[in-house]
């Protein structure tokens, strides 16, 4: 904790976005493929680091209580979007973009703030979806707050989101699909966030 502050709280949320149920491929597209993507660039500002010189971000057994382990689950979080609580947030840092569902995006009403974007997501099948616009918006983790571009899916997939490295490496992030468990620096020490079940 620095100088006894108190990370900002998030702004209360209108909404929560829940479980989408439905079918995990869609034109023969799974959602493993739909998050792996090879021609997609993204660039962002390297962000400067406020983990203290020396101070370094450890995991340990403790972090791995009340889990059955071995496992071999995903990471799969709650996170403050814009002003909805978001569910079903899967951590995949094998994904060079960040995806949010256009269903998502309608839920949240927040449709008037996507923007054209026409983009192929290709698979390591060299199957691919068309993603026609995206969209910015606050990620609220633990006191640390983002702009997050987000590429928006019409699809049925697993997760209401898909975070990828764009967003891992701007917060610095460090996951752990082992412990559950996201960890990364703030002005306050290290904040974390666990996996869905725990954190409930």
């Given at each position: 904790m620095?100088?006894?502050?108190e990370?900002?709280k998030p702004?209360t ?8 149920i ?5 034109n023969?597209?799974t959602y493993?493929i739909i998050k792996?993507?090879t ?7 390297k962000?400067?680091r406020?983990?203290l010189?020396?101070?370094?971000i450890p995991f340990?057994?403790?972090?791995a209580?009340?889990?059955f382990?071995?496992?071999n689950n995903?990471?799969v979080?709650s996170?403050r979007?814009?002003?909805t609580n ?5 951590i ?8 949010i569902?256009l269903r998502?995006v309608?839920q949240?009403q927040s449709?008037d703030?996507m923007i054209?974007?026409?983009r192929s997501l290709s698979?390591?099948d060299?199957?691919?979806?068309i993603i026609?616009?995206?969209i910015?918006?606050?990620t ?8 997050t ?7 049925d ?6 975070i990828g ?9 460090v996951?752990?699909?082992?412990h559950?468990?996201?960890?990364f620096?703030?002005?306050w020490?290290i904040?974390q ?8």
């Amino acid at each position: 904790m620095k100088n006894g502050e108190e990370p900002p709280k998030p702004p209360t949320p209108k909404r929560t976005v829940n479980v989408i149920i439905g079918c995990e491929e869609v034109n023969g597209v799974t959602y493993t493929i739909i998050k792996r993507t090879t021609k997609i660039s993204v660039t962002h500002e390297k962000q400067i680091r406020q983990v203290l010189e020396g101070e370094s971000i450890p995991f340990d057994v403790e972090d791995a209580d009340d889990l059955f382990i071995p496992h071999n689950n995903a990471l799969v979080i709650s996170l403050r979007v814009h002003d909805t609580n978001i569910k079903q947030v899967l951590i995949d840092p094998d994904s060079s973009i960040n995806i949010i569902l256009l269903r998502v995006v309608n839920q949240m009403q927040s449709i008037d703030r996507m923007i054209p974007k026409a983009r192929s997501l290709s698979g390591f099948d060299n199957s691919s979806v068309i993603i026609k616009e995206e969209i910015t918006l606050s990620t609220f983790a633990k006191g640390v707050v983002k702009d997050t571009k987000f590429q928006v899916v019409d699809a049925d997939i697993a997760y209401n989101i898909i975070i990828g490295r764009p967003w891992i490496h701007d917060t610095d992030d460090v996951p752990s699909t082992l412990h559950q468990v996201i960890k990364f620096p703030s002005h306050w020490g290290i904040r974390q966030i666990m996996e869905d079940q725990r954190a409930a």
